[in-house]
């Protein structure tokens, strides 16, 4: 067994609370010393389960505690660029949930600081970390397909956000499908050089009146001649469908969706069997687990985190190109926003 | 091309039916030239769609006639024994629904003369020929599930037979599970030594007054130490259930149902698919023409047919066996009925 | 039972072939009458079997014959449209196998000789009878997904056409795709107003050579705001890939691929089954019955037929947008190439 | 959040450690506060990660510590027994792995002083949790497949024991297939009146030597007229084979095996996907978890624990019969054994 990792988490909203539980039961040799939230009483209330007494109000608490080794960021997107720079200033590394930012500079910014502080940083794009989707990709790796030429990825969630919601944050191609061009990434091994992106609102028009779509169909050319091709709704009745599957020359794998269980029921109407798992809590967490459990492992190793600043920075590329290409209605090379 | 089989069909009821039509459609180098039943009017309407118009009521007249080569029996069951005989007799070859007889000793009494003609008997237990179960024979005989150590069998009808039926039919062991009697040997490839069987009526209990079962489990031991378990419903609400399972020392083979079409639909209820195939005729439409198929190939090479009447002299002993079984609630050797 | 109709074949290549036993074996009160095809003696000892005896080398002694009611095309693509017109103005039916050609001029030319002479026009896109695909299209029209979103269509073969086909076929959009694009058609209920078409040459650097693709992704707006986007890949190592989903706002439904049997066999190494259906001659099948069964009955209950062909020219439209699209890297409207 | 409850382990071995674990991990207020092991130094090392200090090698140090509440047996089978009636007479609530002994005699005397004492028992038949299980069990009590007529179980290992657990473990009815009979009892709701049970030494010709089976099917009788088949084998090549099927008026439900990942890989080969979960810890590691957090909730809410004494004795019962009709090939009433 290694040295104890102490760990302060930043925002115990809904994914913050998600990381300490796993940090406490979950990861090994961590202990979460401090959680800063500005909602005091209730988080206080709520980590005495795990025997964490250390709550602050002030994340700037916790960037300068000297006992402090790493950070987790789970506070409000608009607010982890300037925590991380403060964070890896500090020279603690840093687990930060995506994205860094909408914005391609402030992002870019939060990665040169981390660089010049020489601290780690991984960014929370937990799906790759999801045992159905790490198989595919061991399987592209391995050569199991053969030389790899399209990834087709469909994501649909059970429900729209909250339109005050979607107002802020940057648009489908931004909140929604980020997730997927970071799979794509993931499973294609290699780097997008062109998007062409087709968003419809057939939805909710409110989605629409603030300039936004609730229904997205993507492609992604990439460096290594492999073709992506991503289909979102923000509203699936059956609830989240969480699919990919890649093909090349040797063959094809094809993750299905997850479902609470395997039990398959006929009766004189149809064969039926459960729905998916309802949305991204109950269908990624194992995956929230392991991608704290890998962050500290490439701590304790030296070694890269398995997602960088990087795949962020890419990621928010291709969302920047996608966004682009749905309004002009042209296919938009990577090169133009970056 | 070989020579053409003129054949004559004895009794055109439901089954009688699909024979004809198949040995016009889909067996190659046969004619039909001759069907004989009670219901002439009827019977000459329906086959004038074939060209056929030598349609007679009776038999003999089929029996008789020096032009044909093949006869099929698809006659109500009490006459199968006879009609075999005289077939046998006149030197024709002969093709017999299932059963033979539901009594052991008239069974034997046509077998002995098909013998002593020296024609070739083949009985119609088609599941033989339903290509997933022929899938399920062939991995056990190409050995890719080693040596084989179970056979699991589920077979369960829509909805139970008429009441008048089951009074004559001989009982549920007799009408409905010697199919997988004969399955059983088929996959198992040996002898049955010992029966047990477990009876129920919970379906209709006017089947328990005419001394009937509706619900039946069945193990059978087999010389070459195979174990097979048959589960039997007279009523399944999701229709027709048809599925074996072989076990062995490298592994499992397991023959789902058949759909009418593999679409997947999913709703905010339920992720779907349709019921299996509603009944025999539905289910078993591809081996209804491919054991006529394998007769005529059989007749044509001079080889054995490829189920004989020793299969159904042997399927009838079990069934006996499994009658007294049930009844007296004890293991039954097949010593005791041969 | 409704009057005969006298039949006339034209072609009797793999594809005519199979129509002229389907029309013997499985479509009722038809009789094919001649055949029409340049290789007279094979053609004269094939079709032997079935009883013809007529058979000529020129289709116009089958387009000119007054016995005949009906004609079914199945010679090379670039005779269709001259052998339409001859046909359509000799007054019979016609059934024609697709497209009806690879220029829209020469396809509106054979359009309106069949509008002026009144007679009806079927075109082979058989995939539409496909008992699979035909129950997704009535999901969709039973509103069971409700409103429709998005289409989406995987189409591989097993393997790519011989370079001399590639050469003289249109390209992957017009030989291949041309199918995926009617079926989207059939499903969306609705017409394509812009395609976005990207193509790569992954498979066979000779393809690429002649100026032709062999892996492609197509993006189709319909004017009924659904989005359909298809896949194809000249070659799939595991054989021929045909799925299609719908996605709407009251669910989904999945058409999966259909393989020679439902047996699931477990060892060792592994849980699998079955790989699909070889290619199109054992997976549409049952398809290309079904078409002539309603073709037929089109013409004997004087209804339009369910494949016209305003059908043919869309398909051809969209095709023809799709090569523009992959050939300039732009969303092609279709009005562009009206 | 109610009182923290005092708990003490008996055996620290593969059971006993995921017993721990999961009580530290899964289980909320709960506290182990002493572990008893006779390998002291290796269990106070293993413990050392989940801060339990107090390891001691009697377990009567445990029993007789006034601060501890419940107790968990996790020592050998022929320790239990009196294990149980050590700590009901120290007034703990015991939760105790199955079973209670081989012996009826024993195992009455031990129910009989959790009576007296009026603590709670629960053994660990931790089956009854799996989602898959419980799932089917709800959908029986629900009326979903109507008046309940057959239950299936399917229950193989991927590897026989060791020769010398086979010796001295009661038989393959006594240390394996009691697990089914539970899981039986827990689908049926009701008793079981007579058993037949058919053994085979198909495996391995050691087990057969020492007297016992390798390979079995079971049918149970109970007394609500529903039937049990259940088959075994000590050996699957593709691992842990565990499956249920309950069958009733209105239909069936199936629970088929979980497997690590839900991809399907299609090559030139087959179609094939991951083989189940290797073995019990795999496949059950939910369901151990599941089992305390309802133990320890019943605890806390005075209720009987979900399975108790009786349900061990039961079990005990039908394995006996069972053991019984297996060598003397006959059915057993269960009156025979009580």
Known sequence: MGAIVRVGVIGAGRIGKIHIENLCYRVPNVEVVAVADIALEETRGWVKQFGITNVVADPMQIIEDETIDAVLI??????????????????????????????????????????????????????????????????VENGDVGELHLVKITSRDPAPPPISYVKVSGGIFMDMTIHDFDMARYLAGGEVTEVYAHGEVLIDPEIGKVGDYDSAVTILKFDNRVTCVIDNSRQAAYGYDQRVEVFGSKGSA???????????????????????????????MESFARELQDFFKALASGQEPPVTGHDGLQSLYIATAATKSAKENRPVPITEVL
């Open 74 to 139: 789970c506070s409000p997107t608009d607010l982890h660029a300037e925590q991380i720079i403060a964070t890896a200033k500090a020279g603690k590394d840093i687990f930060c949930e995506k994205p860094i930012a909408n914005d391609i500079q402030k992002t870019k910014a939060a990665l040169r600081a981390v660089e010049e502080a020489g601290v780690k940083l991984q960014l929370g794009f937990n799906r790759r970390f999801d045992p159905n989707f790490k198989r595919v990709r061991e399987l």
């Open 254 to 284: 094809v993750a299905h969706n997850k479902k609470p269980t395997d039990v398959e029921v006929s009766t004189e109407h149809a064969v039926s069997t459960d729905k998916p798992l309802y949305f991204f809590l109950e269908r990624y």
